[in-house]
């Protein structure tokens, strides 16, 4: 199918007929919703193709540009339809008021061809001999008008009387209807009807006419903005000003002030996303499948078919409008549709959104390969700079390792040898028993040495086991307090702090003892008057254990790295610095915290939250063994 745009009309002198295939002829008048137009032809051949139609499709544009030659419009219309008296004439299609108005207008059809028509309306002028009059009469096409030729269509019915009641009834003191439309045939036609609705059904009510046909954009802001209390102002159409050139449609919110005060409504749905609160106004569309069908009803069969349908109006409001002028819901229709001026802008340029956003994300892919490029220049030069100083800073962790560890071991060693071979010399017993103790408890330093090396050495290559079992807290805490009581300074009180009834918490009992034994130890090196307290209790669905002493403290600046390896507060306190980042490590592993809070010379409270389900009661538990991972630290059953 192929469709014939022919956009320059030429009056034939010698009414020569134009003879092709058979045909649809499409008789368009210029409107600013041509885009429609063209939609809808495109679909009408598809919709043709596809029910194996081959007719051709013929445009005619009418070329109607404002009213200032309405007067020849009806002349126009007889030459083209004369120009296409042929027997293969099989329809014609009247797309568009001016074309509408025009074909109606004709004395008698050329042929008898059956016709169809939309984006029209169901109101049309009666068109005058000259140019001179500014007053038209008005017909309806399905109340006054006969033609059996006239198949089907679509039009749309301005419901005059329904827009004035629903202004009475949101407003009921308003006196007069302000009126305002443009310089194009519907705003006349629309015009028309509301004069002669006005007439018959509402005479109590004053009609003020704002005419963009006679009166210039300014006159009629600056009339809008002098409009009394009780005025109700009414929009038709907004197209075309008085010189037949074209009205942006942001122009009607430059004349409609946000601030003006009376309210504002739409015949036909202008400004209803703008300046009106809104309008019972036609549900525009159209349905290319109902009128195709009928068209090629008229192809294939003589049967007559008659499918002429009137839009429905709808009562259409402006959600911002309604809250400025404070109407709620109750007062409103029930079958109302509440416009959002925002999505409805979306919506309007979605087109152009589309455009934009395709043209940005094309952009956005040039430039995240420019810069992805880029990065990953930058990513390989940064990992040789990022090599090149772990390597140097393993080799100072190294050194600094070696260093710490060969002073750490050297000092018990050296008072064992040194006490060792004065044991041998001596023969007094107090002083042999002496010397007995200095090298026992180096051994046992020496041995908390190499033993953290070696849970560290673990822990770093992901071997270290859990040998999990059912721990009765209470017996582990009184075990941990009578190991460590004769080790605290004869000035320290010593309290332990568990509850009453026992808990048991599912954990490997030696590295929770390990933890416990690494926090007394560092309470009973650091606290040599007041208390030192061992305790527990249970705390969001976990056990919360501590040991608080009344000790030297630690400064808030060395706070940071008191859990840090091989970082001591005292250096010249015994230790390796292990201690605290492998309770650290054995607590996290099992999905725990541990955390301190201290201040200089007031004391610590190192405490430990294990997240295991806490109970009162003892529970068969099977034991098992678990590892600790390297990377990620998590607990599986090995």
């Not at 009309?9 to 007929?17: G, H, L, M, T």
């Not at 390896?565 to 725990?592: H, W």
Request: proline residues 3%; negative net charge; glycine residues 6%.
């Amino acid at each position: 199918m192929m469709l014939v745009f022919n956009f320059t009309i030429i009056f034939p002198q010698e009414k020569e007929k134009v003879s092709v295939d058979p045909f649809l002829l499409v008789l368009s008048s210029y409107n600013p919703d041509n885009y429609r137009f063209a939609q809808f032809t495109r679909e009408l051949e598809k919709y043709f193709d596809d029910k194996g139609h081959n007719e051709r499709i013929l445009i005619e544009d009418m070329g109607y540009n404002g009213i200032s030659n309405i007067s020849t419009w009806k002349e126009k219309m007889k030459d083209i339809l004369l120009k296409y008296d042929d027997e293969n004439l099989k329809a014609i299609l009247i797309l568009g008021q001016e074309a509408w108005c025009s074909f109606i207008n004709q004395d008698t059809l050329v042929r008898n061809v059956p016709f169809f028509v939309s984006f029209a309306s169901d109101n049309v002028l009666k068109l005058p001999d000259n140019n001179e009059t500014n007053e038209f009469s008005i017909l309806s096409v399905t109340k006054d008008y006969e033609n059996h030729q006239f198949r089907g269509g679509f039009l749309n019915e301005y419901d005059v009387e329904g827009n004035i009641k629903l202004i009475q009834h949101l407003y009921p003191d308003t006196k007069e209807i302000a009126f305002l439309s443009d310089n194009s045939y519907g705003g006349i036609a629309i015009q028309s009807l509301l004069k002669k609705e006005m007439k018959e059904k509402f005479p109590h009510l004053n009609l003020l006419f704002l005419d963009c046909r006679f009166e210039s954009i300014n006159t009629i802001k600056e009339r809008i903005t002098n409009l009394s209390s009780n005025t109700a102002l009414l929009i038709g159409t907004w197209r075309i000003n008085k010189n037949g050139l074209y009205l942006s449609k942001n122009i009607i919110r430059d004349i409609i002030p946000a601030n003006l005060n009376i309210p504002v409504f739409s015949l036909t749905g202008t400004g209803i996303n703008d300046v009106a609160i809104g309008g019972y106004i036609p549900a525009y569309g159209y349905n290319v499948e109902s009128i195709a069908d009928n068209i090629m009803n008229c192809f294939d069969s003589t049967e007559v078919i008659r499918d002429i349908q009137l839009t429905k109006s709808e009562y259409h409001f402006n959600k911002d409008k309604l809250k400025k002028f404070g109407i709620s819901d109750y007062m409103l229709p029930s079958d109302r549709v509440i416009n959002d001026p925002l999505e409805s802008k979306i919506k309007e340029y979605q087109d152009y959104i589309t455009i934009i956003l395709i043209v940005l994300f094309l952009i956005c892919i040039l430039f995240a390969k420019y810069i992805i490029t880029d990065k990953k220049l930058k990513l390989k030069h940064e990992e040789l700079l990022i090599a090149l100083e772990k390597a140097e800073q393993s080799e100072k962790l190294k050194t600094a390792f070696l260093a710490n560890m060969s002073h750490e071991i050297r000092t018990p060693l050296n008072a064992i040898v040194g006490f060792s071979d004065m044991l041998i010399d001596s023969e007094e017993h107090e002083e042999r028993k002496q010397f007995g103790d200095i090298i026992n408890t180096n051994n046992n330093l020496l041995l908390n040495i190499i033993n953290d090396l070696l849970d560290l050495s673990k822990i770093e290559a992901g071997s270290l086991d859990f040998h999990m079992e059912q721990i009765p807290l209470n017996n582990l805490f009184q075990n941990e307090y009578s190991s460590f009581k004769f080790r605290v300074d004869p000035n320290v009180e010593f309290i332990l702090d568990i509850p009453q009834k026992n808990i048991y918490i599912w954990m490997d009992p030696k590295r929770l003892s390990q933890i416990l034994s690494n926090y007394l130890s560092n309470a009973i090196k650091f606290t040599k008057s007041g208390k030192i307290t061992l305790g527990y209790h249970d705390m969001n669905n976990g056990v919360y254990m501590y040991v608080e002493d009344t000790g030297i403290g630690i400064a808030e600046e060395h706070h940071p790295k008191v859990f840090n390896r091989f970082e001591k507060v005292d250096t010249f306190a015994q230790g390796s610095g292990l201690g605290l980042s492998i309770c650290m490590a054995l607590a996290e592993a099992v999905g725990g915290k541990t955390g301190f809070e201290s201040e200089i010379n007031k004391g610590s409270k190192f405490w430990c939250w294990l997240p295991y389900n806490v109970s009162t009661d003892k529970k068969d538990f099977s034991p098992a063994t678990v590892k600790l991972q390297k990377k990620n630290l998590d607990i599986t059953a090995v």
